[in-house]
């Protein structure tokens, strides 16, 4: 029983560059969304979709976009990414609105 | 918006005494409230939530937090903590309008030590 698996783990990216954060969960949830976790700030939104084809910006959306592919799967990327953007991601998921949150593990993102 | 506000960052406590962890909201509509809890290199687990009904909530590990409309907290409490307990604890809250958009406090660090 996974839940919600994020890969990669973690990640060093060089200013400029862009890559793609993969978030899928295996319990038939409609709601997925993405946090970044920075120290002394707690969790800021990113995205989230309520539903499968919609996504929508949370608190700190610019410099990301969202992506949700199917039920099971919601990617983050970065298009050109920066310093600002270090952090630890989380990605998340729950049954409906309303529901608990279900946190995958994180991916710790430095840029350099 | 909502807004949450956990003013320690950290709580230092021996083991098998008792803590406290605040938490004080600001919303200007009804609200639902919840702790989460981070070990070490994981993500968020629920501890525990309010939505409605009886103003003190348990969790099956011994945290309880009473909603306190009046005073805007929902401090979290445990009277005798193990060093398992040793985590970071997020209060989070959601208002009750619109789809739910949980806004998190910045943590408190529990230092469980023997």
């Known amino acids: 029983n996974a839940g919600v698996t994020q890969t990669p783990k973690f990640q060093v990216l060089k200013t400029g560059q862009s890559m793609t954060l993969q978030c899928a969960q295996d319990m038939n949830h409609n709601s997925m969304y993405w946090y970044r976790q920075d120290p002394g700030m707690g969790l800021r939104l990113i995205y989230y979709s309520a539903s499968e084809g919609t996504t929508d910006k949370g608190e700190v959306p610019n410099g990301y976009n969202v992506s949700r592919l199917n039920k099971r799967e919601f990617s983050l990327r970065l298009e050109s990414a920066a310093p600002s953007q270090t952090s630890v991601y989380f990605c998340?998921?729950?049954?409906?609105?309303?529901?608990?949150?279900?946190f995958g593990n994180g991916t710790r993102l430095t840029v350099t | 918006a909502q807004s949450v506000t956990q003013l320690d960052s950290q709580v230092p406590v021996f083991e098998e005494a008792p803590v406290e962890l605040r938490c004080n909201y600001s919303?200007?509509?009804?609200?639902?409230l919840f702790w989460y809890v981070q070990y070490p290199n994981q993500g968020l687990q629920l501890l525990l939530k309010y939505l409605s009904g009886s103003t003190l909530v348990e969790s099956i590990n011994g945290f309880e937090a009473e909603f306190n409309k009046s005073q805007t907290s929902f401090h979290l409490r445990k009277p005798s903590v193990h060093i398992s307990d040793t985590a970071e604890y997020f209060c989070?809250?959601?208002?009750?309008?619109?789809?739910?958009?949980?806004?998190f406090g910045t943590g408190t660090r529990l230092l469980v030590s023997p």
């Open positions: 989070a809250v959601s208002e009750n309008t619109g789809f739910q958009k949980l806004v």
């Open positions: 998340a998921s729950s049954e409906r609105d309303r529901r608990p949150l279900h």
């Open positions: 919303s200007s509509v009804s609200v639902y």
